[in-house]
């Protein structure tokens, strides 16, 4: 079985065609902006990046020409939260990386070099048009994770596309267990590491390094000075309300931080003031049920009320499978939109929705210049239809990532065309290959 595995990973591996110049024409065009599609549109890619996308555009002479018939055309779907390729199987150590306990290091930690574009749940994905992912590392020991990536889901060796690029942190519940055991505690755990790394910024040579058992070692402080100047974001996992209120006073002090909500499912209730403190939010999308004491007032009206009230909104799925279902995001969208036909519900209109998992969850993280539509200059990560990409019958004919046209094979469907008509050879099936 070992052997069918490897094997099957080396050709999901096997080098993409190279980037080339391609006009997508007679598409019904999605820019990813919250905008309406566009009826008889063109996206033309060239250089890995999008060059020209509406109605009018015209195919520049030599580049390949392809018709989508009509089909919609969409940029490919930016994953807001999740925790693919540091994690295959949960409960085996030696495949999950996405926490460490038993480390000194905690803000510093940077889990780029541990992700595995091998992971099944890389292609799996890759077929269902997501094309871009947010991947975060877990909490264990502390309420900083460390630093997170931006990846690409590309069939080849180089997945990450920014490394680096936010500092996570876990509050609430969560947080006041990795702390000790309250909130209090956490937000003095919070308020020192803010302190420590103003301290390393204003005399790094200086900075006093006390070993395992300090709070924030020298490189916990050095990870965390990009995120008191404001250079790279600070995701928090919260949900309760109140708790939400704390982080926003302890921005109001630190200006220069950047925050951005993870979960939020009672954000609703202070919609307003997220908005006001422009804090961007990578929701969970349906929690309706108070599964724990934060999450009492979870609706699924939270998304709908949050944009209303002017709140940037992108869709995430923490602790929400969220190693491997980051396709679960395009049946969220679509719930949200179901749930504008529900008496006294707030849901998202189609393009409000389409936009919370591509457009609008690359700008709730910082990147909408470079992720997330199919605006001049962005990426050219774009997603041939069979049908409405919200409806779950519609599948991604064709995928597109930085302007490379991408094998849609997994290994669940190498699997199905190997056992649909079973035929026992010298050996079991486990050991051909």
């Known amino acids: ?77 930016f994953a807001g939260f999740t925790r693919m390729g540091i994690v295959e ?35 799996l994905n890759r077929a269902e048009g997501i094309t871009r992912a947010v991947v975060a590392p877990a909490t264990r020991g502390s309420i900083f994770a460390g630093q997170g990536a931006i990846i690409d889901l590309g069939a080849d060796a180089n997945s990450v596309s920014h490394a680096r690029a936010f500092q996570f942190l ?95 499912s009672e954000g609703w209730m202070i919609a307003n003031e997220l908005a006001a403190a422009k804090i961007p939010v990578l929701a969970s999308a349906l929690n309706d049920l108070p599964e724990s004491f934060e999450m009492l007032a979870a609706t699924q009206s939270n998304v709908g009320r949050m944009k209303a009230a002017g709140v940037v909104v992108g869709l995430g799925i923490i602790n929400d499978n969220d190693a491997r ?41 910082g990147l909408g210049g470079e992720f997330g539509t199919l605006k001049p200059g962005r990426r050219g990560d ?4 069979s049908g409405d990409p919200l409806e779950l019958d519609s599948v991604a004919e064709s995928v597109y990532i930085d302007g490379v046209k991408q094998s849609l094979s997994t290994r669940q469907g190498e699997l199905l065309k190997r056992y649909r008509q079973p035929q026992e050879g010298a050996l079991p099936k486990a050991y051909e290959r």
């Open 1 to 77: 079985m070992i052997r069918w595995l490897l094997g099957t990973a080396a050709l999901a591996l096997a080098a993409p065609v190279a980037a080339q110049s391609v006009a997508i024409t007679n598409a019904k065009l999605v820019i990813g902006d919250g905008s309406a599609p566009v009826e008889g549109a063109t996206v033309v890619i060239e250089g890995g990046k999008v060059i020209a996308a509406g109605k009018g555009v015209a195919a520049p002479r030599g580049v390949e020409v392809v018709d989508a018939g009509g089909r919609y055309v969409t940029p490919g779907i």
């Open 89 to 123: 199987v949960d409960g085996v150590d030696e495949t999950n990386d996405a926490a460490a306990g038993n480390s000194p290091f905690h803000a510093a930690i940077d889990i780029a070099p541990a992700i595995n574009p091998k992971t099944s749940a890389i292609a």
């Open 170 to 264: 876990e509050y609430g519940e969560s947080g006041a267990r990795a702390a000790g055991g309250s909130r209090p505690a956490a937000m003095t755990a919070l308020r020192d590491a803010l302190k420590a790394a103003r301290a390393y910024a204003k005399a790094p040579g200086a900075y006093l390094d006390q070993g395992r058992d300090v709070l924030v070692n020298r490189a916990d402080a050095a990870a965390l000075l990009p995120v008191i100047e404001g250079r790279v974001p600070l995701l928090v996992h919260v949900e309760r309300a109140s708790d939400m209120r704390a982080l926003i006073a302890l921005k109001q002090e630190n200006p220069t931080l950047k925050m951005v909500f993870v979960g939020a």
């Open 325 to 365: 279902q980051a396709r679960y995001e395009k049946q969220y969208a679509g719930n949200l939109v179901a749930l504008t036909k529900v008496p006294g519900a707030s849901g998202l209109g189609w393009d409000a929705a389409f936009a919370s998992i591509t457009g609008g969850a690359a700008e709730a993280i």
């Open 382 to 385: 774009v997603v041939i239809w």
